[in-house]
């Protein structure tokens, strides 16, 4: 967000994925920054038995080290990662959105009272979808070295799921909310009112610099922390009350302040302001001036726009973020519901090291499912998938589409077949990370041998893996998963897309292109990505349903694979079905979403058209 953009309404805006790149970013080099401040805070903050002074944090701070390792200055800081990212980019991202919004409510230029107002807004939503993040961080930090229970993310949740009850997850959420409130309006209003300021002493389309909005994130850090801070503390001991010690938990908020200030008076609620004091300003101020260079870079691609000598990058620009969501969404449920059936029996066989696979297995496998179970049976895990692939196949196709226009930006010119394997790595990673637990409820379902489903809903599913193994169940076999999806979608949408460029040049229009020429693409894409990754995609099934006790690595399942069953019938169980489904799907896929998206181009004025005509009549 740069001082241009603040006041020049006209100019380029931000699409969302940008605002919430440059957030995420932001947040997570803060974050990691003054992680060990943050840790010996926290431990001053929940413990009233402990005297805080700068002295005595630096003491603290030598004997984790001396006891535990450099590196335990930064314990809980993985957790403070994993809700930092998402918080951080929600936060900016919603800021924007939120200051469009009232000043065209209200009719007025931007100014300290909006500000104010979306910076509040902006962190009681970023705090409302990432708290239990929040809580499970402050508990490792405190406990993660006396209590093997909170040792590791998974068995965090698990645990406090266990012994407190679902609830538990959103303890102190109230305080929070309360303090989270004025300390981002206070931060947003300080920071962006500065910067305005500085931006009004400068000629038009002058760059603030960077030590300028450092500074001004510094202030601005300084009085958000300052004004709130009682409530921080007030948070933190709702936060990291333990039930299972057989301590009475506080009553409420009020009940929480008042035995602070009634046991250890007005320095109880000021215990570590002075660490604060230097850490705080820090990290606002990373923060705040990270995120407005990375979106500043953004724009400034966005002006390269019309110097750009590119007819795909025309092509994608011509379509919406949601346009391409939808088309994506649309291709992934048909190609994924058309070959569904021969999911089921390649899974049922993957997971099984018992079973060898030949095509006549396969085949009598799915007539025993018809015979006794009905046709519906053979689409059992389908719902998983189908909820799953929606939005994966809507996240990946618009990510592409967008680190594909960021590279071409760069180079001003259509990207090669290496930009395209990089988008598309980029693509099948980020939208892999947001879905993934859908794709192991699915397989749950699926790799069940009896005639009744092993899970009896896919809510009750949900609960029992994550009451049973904990959260971190729902993202087993990730790292293969990752390993594999990134170079899979990177030569998937290499080959299609160069596939497609050749053929391009024989017609006049991408509309123009036949469907049986984007199938055929689609199917070679579709090969060459499935051979080149089918290992892996072996491993991230046998990790999938490992069970609560098995905590096999990736390596360790890879070797196991290869020793006992060989590379042929282990490694590559199942790929001669995969060779026949493989291609089918991702030819659907792509050929639909490039056909769907070529009818947008070309129709969308026309569609507009009979919209406006068809509510005129109504």
């Known amino acids: 967000m740069t001082g241009a953009h603040d006041n020049h309404k006209d100019g380029p805006q931000l699409t969302v994925l940008e605002s919430l790149a440059s957030g995420g970013l932001a947040g997570a080099c803060s974050k990691t920054l003054i992680a060990p401040g943050d840790r010996v805070k926290i431990l001053y903050q929940v413990n009233k038995s402990y005297q805080f002074s700068l002295r005595h944090a630096w003491q603290t701070g030598?004997?984790?080290?001396?006891?535990?390792?450099?590196?335990?200055?930064?314990?809980?800081?993985?957790?403070?990662?994993?809700?930092?990212?998402?918080?951080?980019?929600?936060?900016y991202s919603s800021f924007d959105r939120y200051h469009q919004l009232l000043t065209r409510l209200v009719r007025c230029d931007k100014n300290v009272y909006t500000r104010l107002a979306a910076g509040s807004a902006a962190g009681a939503t970023a705090t409302a979808c990432t708290y239990p993040f929040d809580l499970m961080r402050a508990r490792m930090a405190v406990y993660s070295i006396s209590n093997p229970n909170y040792r590791g993310y998974g068995l965090a949740f698990r645990h406090v799921?266990?012994?407190?009850?679902?609830?538990?997850?959103?303890?102190?959420?109230?305080?929070?909310?309360?303090?989270?409130?004025?300390?981002?309006?206070?931060?947003?209003?300080?920071?962006?009112?500065?910067?305005?300021?500085?931006?009004?002493?400068?000629?038009?389309?002058?760059?603030?610099?960077?030590?300028?909005?450092v500074a001004f994130g510094g202030i601005a850090g300084l009085i958000g922390q300052s004004a709130t801070y009682p409530l921080d503390i007030v948070r933190r001991r709702m936060q990291v009350h333990d039930s299972s010690s057989g301590v009475p938990p506080f009553k409420s908020i009020w009940d929480a302040f008042v035995t602070i200030y009634r046991t250890e008076g007005r320095k109880?609620?000021?215990?570590?302001?002075?660490?604060?004091?230097?850490?705080?300003?820090?990290?606002?101020?990373?923060?705040?001036?990270?995120?407005?260079?990375?979106?500043?870079?953004?724009?400034?691609?966005?002006?390269?726009?019309?110097?750009?000598?590119?007819?795909?990058?025309?092509?994608?620009?011509?379509?919406?973020?949601?346009?391409?969501?939808?088309?994506?969404?649309?291709?992934?449920?048909?190609?994924?519901?058309?070959?569904?059936?021969?999911?089921?029996?390649?899974?049922?066989?993957?997971?099984?090291?018992?079973?060898?696979?030949?095509?006549r297995r396969g085949c009598r496998t799915a007539q025993v499912i018809y015979a006794n179970a009905g046709p519906d049976a053979l689409w059992r895990g389908n719902l998983a998938s189908v909820l799953r692939v929606l939005p994966f196949s809507a996240i990946a196709y618009t990510t592409f589409d967008r680190l594909e226009m960021a590279l071409m930006a760069l180079r001003r010119c259509d990207t090669d077949v290496w930009g395209r394997f990089l988008a598309g790595a980029g693509a099948g990673a980020t939208a892999t990370l947001i879905t993934y637990p859908f794709d192991l409820l699915r397989v749950r379902q699926?790799?069940?041998?009896?005639?009744?489903?092993?899970?009896?809903?896919?809510?009750?599913?949900?609960?029992?893996?994550?009451?049973?193994?904990?959260?971190?169940?729902?993202?087993?076999?990730?790292?293969?998963?990752?390993?594999?999806?990134?170079?899979?979608?990177?030569?998937?949408?290499?080959?299609?897309?160069?596939?497609?460029?050749?053929?391009?040049t024989h017609y006049k229009s991408d509309a123009d292109v036949p469907m049986r020429l984007r199938l055929g693409a689609g199917m070679a894409a579709g090969l060459v990505g499935q051979i080149s990754t089918y290992p892996l995609h072996v491993v991230r099934r046998r990790m999938q349903v490992l069970g609560p006790d098995d905590s096999r690595s990736m390596t360790s399942v890879f070797s196991h694979i290869w020793r006992r069953e060989g590379v042929a019938r282990g490694l590559y169980k199942g790929m001669s079905l995969t060779v026949v489904k493989g291609p089918i799907v991702v030819a659907a896929s792509f050929a639909v979403n490039d056909f769907c998206r070529a009818q947008l181009r070309e129709n969308r004025d026309t569609w507009l058209d009979s919209v406006v005509e068809l509510s005129e009549s109504i």
């Open 62 to 91: 030598r004997s984790i080290v001396r006891k535990h390792g450099f590196t335990a200055l930064w314990r809980g800081n993985g957790a403070t990662i994993i809700r930092v990212v998402p918080y951080a980019a929600i936060t």
């Open 161 to 213: 799921y266990h012994t407190e009850g679902p609830s538990a997850l959103f303890r102190g959420m109230p305080v929070t909310l309360i303090g989270i409130m004025p300390y981002a309006g206070i931060s947003f209003a300080t920071f962006e009112t500065l910067k305005a300021w500085d931006q009004r002493q400068r000629p038009p389309d002058t760059a603030i610099p960077t030590h300028h909005r």
């Open 268 to 359: 109880g609620l000021y215990k570590g302001l002075s660490m604060n004091w230097i850490k705080g300003p820090i990290a606002v101020a990373v923060s705040f001036s990270i995120n407005d260079s990375v979106k500043s870079t953004f724009l400034r691609w966005r002006q390269r726009d019309d110097h750009t000598t590119s007819n795909r990058y025309g092509e994608i620009k011509q379509i919406s973020p949601a346009e391409s969501m939808l088309a994506g969404a649309f291709a992934g449920f048909v190609a994924k519901s058309l070959i569904a059936p021969l999911d089921r029996i390649k899974i049922l066989y993957q997971v099984n090291p018992e079973r060898p696979f030949t095509y």
């Open 446 to 504: 699926a790799a069940h041998w009896h005639l009744h489903p092993r899970y009896p809903g896919y809510v009750k599913a949900l609960l029992e893996i994550v009451s049973t193994e904990g959260i971190g169940a729902l993202w087993n076999g990730l790292r293969p998963t990752l390993l594999g999806i990134a170079p899979y979608a990177g030569l998937s949408f290499a080959t299609f897309e160069t596939l497609k460029a050749s053929i391009r």
